[in-house]
Protein backbone atom coordinates (compact mmCIF):
# COMPACT_ATOMS: atom_id res chain seq x y z
CA UNK A 1 0.00 0.00 0.00
CA UNK A 2 1.38 3.52 -0.95
CA UNK A 3 1.12 6.27 1.57
CA UNK A 4 -1.42 9.05 1.01
CA UNK A 5 1.32 11.76 0.97
CA UNK A 6 3.49 9.32 -1.88
CA UNK A 7 0.36 9.07 -3.50
CA UNK A 8 -0.43 12.78 -3.45
CA UNK A 9 3.11 13.68 -4.95
CA UNK A 10 3.29 11.24 -7.73
CA UNK A 11 -0.57 12.59 -8.76
CA UNK A 12 0.91 16.21 -8.53
CA UNK A 13 3.85 14.66 -11.05
CA UNK A 14 1.20 12.87 -13.49
CA UNK A 15 -0.30 16.44 -13.73
CA UNK A 16 3.14 17.80 -15.14
CA UNK A 17 3.79 15.06 -16.99
CA UNK A 18 0.38 16.16 -18.92
CA UNK A 19 1.08 19.44 -18.41
CA UNK A 20 4.28 18.31 -20.40
CA UNK A 21 3.17 16.80 -23.11
CA UNK A 22 0.49 20.04 -23.56
CA UNK A 23 3.53 22.05 -24.09
CA UNK A 24 5.33 20.13 -26.52
CA UNK A 25 2.15 19.06 -28.61
CA UNK A 26 2.06 23.39 -28.51
CA UNK A 27 5.43 23.11 -29.66
CA UNK A 28 4.93 20.98 -32.27
CA UNK A 29 1.84 22.94 -33.83
CA UNK A 30 4.07 25.97 -34.08
CA UNK A 31 6.20 24.40 -35.20
CA UNK A 32 4.18 22.77 -38.12
CA UNK A 33 2.77 25.95 -39.37
CA UNK A 34 6.22 27.52 -39.59
CA UNK A 35 6.93 24.56 -42.27
CA UNK A 36 9.74 23.30 -39.62
CA UNK A 37 7.94 19.34 -40.27
CA UNK A 38 11.10 17.79 -38.47
CA UNK A 39 10.92 19.44 -35.44
CA UNK A 40 6.63 19.27 -35.49
CA UNK A 41 7.73 15.29 -35.49
CA UNK A 42 10.10 15.31 -32.92
CA UNK A 43 7.83 17.53 -30.32
CA UNK A 44 5.13 15.00 -31.15
CA UNK A 45 7.27 12.42 -30.06
CA UNK A 46 7.96 14.09 -27.34
CA UNK A 47 4.53 14.96 -26.26
CA UNK A 48 3.57 11.15 -26.80
CA UNK A 49 6.28 10.03 -24.62
CA UNK A 50 5.47 12.57 -21.51
CA UNK A 51 1.90 10.97 -21.88
CA UNK A 52 3.29 7.64 -21.45
CA UNK A 53 5.14 8.49 -18.59
CA UNK A 54 1.79 9.91 -16.98
CA UNK A 55 0.35 6.60 -17.66
CA UNK A 56 3.39 4.75 -16.28
CA UNK A 57 2.43 6.68 -13.05
CA UNK A 58 -1.29 6.01 -13.00
CA UNK A 59 -0.22 2.05 -13.26
CA UNK A 60 1.93 2.23 -10.74
CA UNK A 61 -0.16 4.00 -8.26
CA UNK A 62 -2.39 1.22 -9.08
CA UNK A 63 -0.37 -1.06 -8.64
CA UNK A 64 0.16 -0.27 -5.32
CA UNK A 65 -3.16 -0.13 -4.11
CA UNK A 66 -3.53 3.82 -4.50
CA UNK A 67 -5.87 5.77 -6.84
CA UNK A 68 -4.68 7.77 -10.23
CA UNK A 69 -6.24 11.44 -9.99
CA UNK A 70 -6.63 13.68 -13.38
CA UNK A 71 -6.41 17.48 -12.31
CA UNK A 72 -7.02 20.68 -14.20
CA UNK A 73 -4.44 21.38 -16.61
CA UNK A 74 -3.27 25.16 -17.21
CA UNK A 75 -2.85 26.62 -20.71
CA UNK A 76 0.59 26.25 -22.36
CA UNK A 77 2.47 28.90 -24.58
CA UNK A 78 1.70 28.75 -28.23
CA UNK A 79 3.96 31.02 -29.53
CA UNK A 80 7.80 31.48 -29.62
CA UNK A 81 10.33 34.02 -31.01
CA UNK A 82 12.41 31.51 -33.20
CA UNK A 83 13.07 28.00 -33.62
CA UNK A 84 16.02 28.21 -30.68
CA UNK A 85 14.13 30.01 -28.36
CA UNK A 86 11.84 26.82 -28.42
CA UNK A 87 14.49 24.76 -27.83
CA UNK A 88 16.02 26.62 -24.94
CA UNK A 89 12.79 26.44 -23.98
CA UNK A 90 12.69 23.03 -23.78
CA UNK A 91 15.52 22.59 -22.04
CA UNK A 92 14.71 24.43 -18.72
CA UNK A 93 11.53 23.19 -19.45
CA UNK A 94 13.36 19.48 -18.46
CA UNK A 95 15.67 21.25 -16.17
CA UNK A 96 12.62 22.20 -13.86
CA UNK A 97 10.70 18.35 -14.39
CA UNK A 98 14.01 16.84 -12.94
CA UNK A 99 13.84 19.26 -10.32
CA UNK A 100 10.35 17.82 -9.31
CA UNK A 101 11.35 14.25 -10.07
CA UNK A 102 14.04 14.64 -7.63
CA UNK A 103 11.67 16.05 -4.91
CA UNK A 104 9.08 13.09 -5.46
CA UNK A 105 12.43 10.38 -4.95
CA UNK A 106 13.02 12.62 -1.67
CA UNK A 107 8.86 12.10 -0.52
CA UNK A 108 9.63 8.31 -1.54
CA UNK A 109 13.00 8.39 0.53
CA UNK A 110 11.22 10.15 3.83
CA UNK A 111 8.13 7.90 3.10
CA UNK A 112 10.80 4.92 3.53
CA UNK A 113 8.78 3.51 0.43
CA UNK A 114 11.72 1.33 -1.02
CA UNK A 115 10.18 0.26 -4.30
CA UNK A 116 8.44 3.80 -5.02
CA UNK A 117 12.44 4.83 -5.02
CA UNK A 118 13.31 2.41 -7.20
CA UNK A 119 10.57 3.03 -9.85
CA UNK A 120 11.17 6.68 -9.75
CA UNK A 121 15.03 6.39 -10.72
CA UNK A 122 13.97 5.27 -13.41
CA UNK A 123 12.46 8.72 -14.02
CA UNK A 124 15.81 10.51 -12.97
CA UNK A 125 17.92 8.12 -15.24
CA UNK A 126 15.85 9.54 -18.28
CA UNK A 127 15.49 12.84 -16.89
CA UNK A 128 19.82 13.39 -17.54
CA UNK A 129 19.11 12.12 -20.93
CA UNK A 130 16.19 14.50 -21.58
CA UNK A 131 18.22 17.56 -20.78
CA UNK A 132 21.05 16.12 -22.39
CA UNK A 133 19.55 15.84 -25.95
CA UNK A 134 17.52 19.80 -25.14
CA UNK A 135 21.20 21.19 -24.53
CA UNK A 136 22.57 19.06 -27.54
CA UNK A 137 20.10 20.65 -29.72
CA UNK A 138 20.97 24.07 -28.54
CA UNK A 139 24.19 23.94 -28.79
CA UNK A 140 23.95 22.87 -32.36
CA UNK A 141 21.42 25.74 -33.42
CA UNK A 142 23.95 28.30 -31.76
CA UNK A 143 27.19 26.85 -33.29
CA UNK A 144 25.67 26.67 -37.00
CA UNK A 145 23.46 29.18 -37.61
CA UNK A 146 20.36 29.03 -40.31
CA UNK A 147 22.31 26.09 -42.08
CA UNK A 148 22.15 24.10 -38.71
CA UNK A 149 18.37 24.48 -38.71
CA UNK A 150 18.23 22.84 -42.17
CA UNK A 151 20.12 19.95 -41.29
CA UNK A 152 18.39 19.78 -37.42
CA UNK A 153 15.03 19.87 -38.91
CA UNK A 154 15.65 16.72 -41.24
CA UNK A 155 17.55 14.52 -38.79
CA UNK A 156 14.53 15.47 -35.60
CA UNK A 157 12.32 14.57 -38.19
CA UNK A 158 13.75 11.08 -38.16
CA UNK A 159 12.53 10.38 -34.80
CA UNK A 160 9.98 7.54 -34.26
Not at 15 to 25: C, I, K, P, R
Not at 67 to 95: D, T
Request: hydrophobic share 40%.
Amino acid sequence: MISSKLQDAINAQIGAEMWSANLYLSMSYYFGAKGYEGFAKWMKAQANEENEHAEEMAQYLMKRGGQAKVGALEAVPQEWESPLAVFEHVYQHECHVSQLIDALVDVAAAENDKASQDFLWGFVREQVEEEATAQGIVDKMKLGGASALYHLNAELGTRK
